[in-house]
């Protein structure tokens, strides 16, 4: 079986796929790149393929198709196009993404706990500040998105004492949540928070709902952290609520345009912190596991874990 795997560190997932398969496993041909001009000769007999939805979208729009794609990103949008085929198999990373994006928010919420940045212009002046830190027990943390990352950041958080609640495409049961309630009453459960975070995917309906209605009900101390997708976002409506002190912070890893051009308002927003979307890179060690996992359920003919469902965008 011939494998296309179209990834800047082509080399690095050739090496680690290799050396996760078992003896049994069925043989391989691995064929990689990622040179956008070369792809299409490797991609034409590949069944299966193994990358970068950024790369593997300009082969479909090639009319290049594998039986299945395996993407080495959670998010998946440039395969969603509305100029691309969706009649082969699709799945996102999934289950590798959780520690890692756990160890970002906690970075962040630890951060403004502990009035990092106040302690850092202190520092600057040559003041001794002499304000005490605050710690995260009792905080109520709104986590908007309670799929595989989120539940993985609710089960870190829960260590350091914070009360967790959840937002989901409909509501339900499931721990470590006190709640989960569904996307419709997330302006219930965003006035309550004293951290708002989103990661969410970004679907037609994640589009615009955080803007100024839902600024206006946070608390003025509460902090926002966007590392789910930019587009959730209106721009304008966060940094207004910024400047009028409608939220304490906001920490954003993801915007609607990448990268962010000069000018934007983002880059001079009173008390935002930008991180270039840098949250939860994927690790290869842990994505050629997953590819080699799913590999086996493909052949198998199993449901593949981060099935892709077309109608869902998700």
Request: aromatic fraction near 8%; charge should be neutral.
């Amino acid at each position: 079986m011939r494998v296309l795997i179209a990834e800047k560190s082509h080399a690095k997932y050739a090496e680690l796929i290799k050396a996760t398969l078992s003896s049994g496993s069925p043989r391989l041909e691995l064929v990689a790149s990622d040179d956008l001009q070369g792809l299409p000769a490797l991609a034409a007999d590949c069944h299966v393929w193994l990358g970068q939805p950024d790369l593997l979208a300009g082969l479909l729009r090639k009319g290049l198709k594998p039986q299945w794609l395996q993407s080495t990103w959670a998010g998946i949008k440039p395969l969603l196009a509305d100029d691309l085929p969706r009649d082969y198999l699709l799945s996102r990373a999934v289950g590798i993404f959780g520690q890692v994006m756990a160890e970002y928010v906690l970075c962040h919420m630890l951060a403004h706990e502990r009035q990092i940045s106040a302690q850092q212009a202190a520092q600057q002046a040559q003041h001794w500040r002499g304000v005490l830190p605050h710690s995260l027990a009792g905080r109520r943390v709104l986590i908007v998105g309670c799929g595989d990352i989120g539940h993985s950041v609710a089960l870190f958080l829960a260590a350091f004492g914070v009360e967790l609640l959840g937002v989901a495409s409909q509501a339900r049961e499931q721990g470590p949540f006190i709640e989960v309630a569904s996307i419709s009453d997330l302006p219930r459960m965003a006035a309550r928070a004293d951290y708002l975070i989103n990661l969410l995917p970004d679907t037609p309906a994640t589009q615009d709902i955080y803007n100024s209605e839902l600024f206006a009900l946070l608390k003025p101390s509460a902090m926002f952290i966007n590392a789910g997708r930019g587009a959730a976002v209106v721009d304008e409506d966060l940094v207004s609520a910024l400047q009028a002190d409608k939220l304490a912070a906001a920490v954003i890893d993801v915007c609607r345009v990448e990268p962010l051009p000069a000018g934007h308002m983002f880059w001079t927003g009173p008390r935002l912190l930008l991180t270039g979307h840098s949250s939860a890179p994927t690790q290869p060690a842990l994505m050629a596991k997953l590819f080699v996992s799913n590999l086996e359920r493909f052949q198998a003919g199993q449901r593949l874990q981060g099935f892709v469902d077309f109608s869902r965008d998700y």
